[in-house]
């Protein structure tokens, strides 16, 4: 069974900096995207961020120029590096891969990890 574990998370003053990593294990044999996605307490879960086996990247417009999210291919993992964060950046971040198959041909649509808190708070 293919699973997302995400790490990172935590409490950071305003301004401050996090990255937030996310491991896919299960014998997997590729994934196409994989991405960010938050949740904000009383609000719906949004994109943060996007990045496509090509490399092709996807920005919220509130993160524009602070976040930025790269991929370790070979280690089927991807981290979002959160810079000058703001309150507002606040919530239960969620890594996401879509299109994701195993070595045993085994296919998954999407698959969601169970979510890391980051608190933006002095």
Not at 9 to 17: F, H, R
Not at 61 to 80: C, E, H, P, Q
């Amino acid at each position: 069974q293919v699973q997302l574990v995400e790490s990172g998370g935590g409490l950071v003053q305003p301004g401050g900096s996090l990255r937030l990593s996310c491991a896919a294990s299960g014998s997997i044999f590729s994934i196409n995207d994989m991405g960010w996605y938050r949740q904000a307490p009383g609000k719906q879960r949004e994109l943060v961020a996007r990045l496509t086996s090509g490399g092709s990247t996807k920005y919220a417009d509130s993160v524009k120029g602070r976040f930025t999210i790269s991929r370790d291919n070979a280690r089927n993992t991807v981290y979002l590096q959160m810079n000058t964060l703001k309150p507002e950046d606040t919530a239960v971040y969620y890594c996401h891969a879509q299109e994701v198959v195993t070595t045993y041909g085994v296919p998954y649509l999407e698959v969601w990890g169970q979510g890391t808190l980051v608190t933006v708070s002095s």
